[in-house]
């Protein structure tokens, strides 16, 4: 009998067992999901205060092109308030008076707005007068930039390279354009197609050594240009 008791003793204590593995295996993946839901919360959070500098480095801006620079400037050539200056930089006022009180931007030239075109004279005099009036900007840090964007632009435009295989028929573009547009000047030619002043010549007075071969085509559709360009020349021509 005490065999059977003994027996059915071991036999309950490995029937409680894998229980009592359960039950820690459970512990430890309760344990280990909530750390992991951690991990992904602060991973989360750590995303959206990226993607939030990021658009922030992105949206279009009303403020000037260097705040704390023209903070500065304006504490130390004008009588506008503390507000004023907050407002126009685009910056927190308790910034504008630790920047005052040389706390913050220690070392940093100020930066007039005037040189830089975002502010006039007569503006900052007229807000010296009122403190409830706001200073209007003239040029804004988005403004800035998308002028040296397009400037950017353009000048890739300009400099577009041209593939070889393409480079014969450069001389059927001009004579399309010339044909279409007989008072387009050589210069607008050049922009268009970007060839020598001298070839534009040759095949205006028919004297091109080529010119039994060429074929009047659109430089459009040669890919010397786009339409947009093309029109907007040929429509002050017309």
């Not at 308030?81 to 006022?93: G, K, L, R, V």
């Not at 060839?195 to 040759?202: D, F, G």
Request: aromatic share 6%; with cysteine; glycine share 6%.
């Amino acid at each position: 009998m005490t065999q059977i008791t003994a027996k059915s003793g071991e036999t309950e204590s490995l029937k409680q067992e894998p229980l009592l593995e359960r039950e820690v295996l459970k512990s430890w993946e309760s344990s280990f999901l909530e750390d992991r839901g951690g991990c992904q919360r602060e991973l989360s959070l750590f995303k959206l205060k990226e993607r939030s500098k990021f658009m922030s480095l992105y949206s279009p801006s009303t403020g000037p092109l260097m705040p704390k620079a023209t903070a500065i400037w304006l504490i130390e050539n004008t009588t506008l308030t503390f507000q004023q200056i907050a407002d126009f930089c685009e910056i927190h006022i308790l910034e504008v008076q630790a920047i005052a009180n040389e706390e913050s931007s220690q070392g940093m030239m100020g930066a007039s707005p005037i040189v830089m075109g975002q502010l006039t004279q007569q503006e900052i005099e007229r807000c010296e007068k009122d403190p409830v009036e706001k200073l209007k900007i003239q040029t804004s840090m988005s403004e800035i930039l998308l002028g040296a964007m397009g400037k950017r632009q353009d000048a890739a435009r300009g400099s577009r390279y041209t593939p070889r295989a393409r480079r014969g028929e450069r001389p059927d573009a001009i004579a399309w354009l010339l044909k279409q547009c007989p008072s387009i000047t050589d210069a607008d030619v050049i922009k268009l197609v970007r060839t020598t002043k001298a070839t534009i010549v040759a095949i205006r007075n028919r004297a091109h050594w080529n010119m039994t071969n060429i074929k009047p085509k659109s430089p459009v559709v040669l890919g010397f240009c786009t339409q947009d360009e093309l029109d907007k020349i040929v429509k002050s021509f017309s």
